[in-house]
């Protein structure tokens, strides 16, 4: 079937039953993610990979990805700036656009002198295994000129559901049938050959990789077995680092 026919749009039925169960319920390691999306949805495998593959192209689906808990590779926290109003903007464009480890960087707005609200800069800050966040803190002040951060590193994290598709149908006050699961950050160390499979694992799939049997590929690149990728991707998921299997839509957002 041409893509050029086929409907990507939100509203399609088919499209919605798909990205109701992509976007954000399949949770850990999937062997074979799209035969599990069509199973959950009860649309046939072949209809499910065209209808992705499609989305994707047609830029419906930002993303299609195996995402991580990045808190466990990493040190990472929110962190809070005070910076003079005439560097503001400045200070922004460098945290944005020249520094790798910054992200979520955002300019508060308040029209009242409230509790923190002389912090007019936001951004979340992780830095590698082995390296200081502290330093580079400091660094990242010097550079902006700021006077002054606080680094708030989480206690305590839950996974966000970004479901676009399954939130239309929740009535205001709806609540899951069980309580999210509280997870603690922990940095996880890993070896070569984690790493090797992390590596390929995490990179996001483009339209023509969109296959029932993604991972032969995958394990290819990383220069190992199947059987071995599996293995090493099923024991990070044991260890915490493997968040959940999604299709992101151009209308979400997400923490992840």
């Known amino acids: ?9 939100f509203d399609d039925p088919i499209n919605a039953a798909i990205l109701a169960v992509s976007e954000d319920t399949l949770q850990g390691f999937q062997l074979d993610p799209f035969g599990e999306v069509a199973a959950r949805s009860e649309v046939d495998l072949e209809t499910v990979l065209i209808r992705v593959r499609a989305m994707l192209e047609a830029g419906t689906i930002r993303r299609v990805r195996q995402t991580l808990m990045a808190t466990n590779l990493a040190h990472g926290a929110l962190v809070a700036w005070q910076i003079p109003e005439d560097r503001l903007s400045a200070a922004f464009d460098t945290m944005y656009q020249n520094d790798p480890f910054s992200g979520h960087v955002v300019i508060r707005s308040t029209d009242t002198a409230i509790t923190g609200s002389t912090y007019r800069l936001w951004t979340t800050l992780k830095v ?3 390296f ?3 330093k580079h803190a400091d660094y990242l002040k010097a ?3 700021a006077t002054h951060y606080r680094i708030m590193p989480a206690k305590r994290l839950f996974a966000l559901g970004v479901g676009h598709i399954r939130r239309k149908g929740l009535t205001v006050g709806s609540r899951a049938e069980v309580p999210a ?4 950050p922990a940095i996880v160390l890993l070896s070569e050959l984690d790493w090797k499979v992390l590596v390929a694992l995490k990179r996001e799939f483009e339209p023509s990789e969109i296959e029932r049997y993604l991972w032969q590929a995958r394990a290819d690149e ?3 077995s199947l059987e071995t990728f599996e293995a090493v991707a099923q024991s990070l998921q044991e260890r915490k680092v493997i968040g959940r299997w999604n299709t992101l839509s151009q209308r979400q ?3 992840e």
């Open 222 to 224: 990383a220069g190992v």
């Open 128 to 130: 590698p295994q082995g």
């Open 253 to 255: 957002e997400t923490l």
């Open 132 to 134: 200081s966040m502290r």
């Open 1 to 9: 079937m041409s893509t050029i026919s086929v409907p990507v749009q």
């Open 181 to 184: 699961e509280i997870i603690d």
């Open 143 to 145: 550079v902006t000129g």
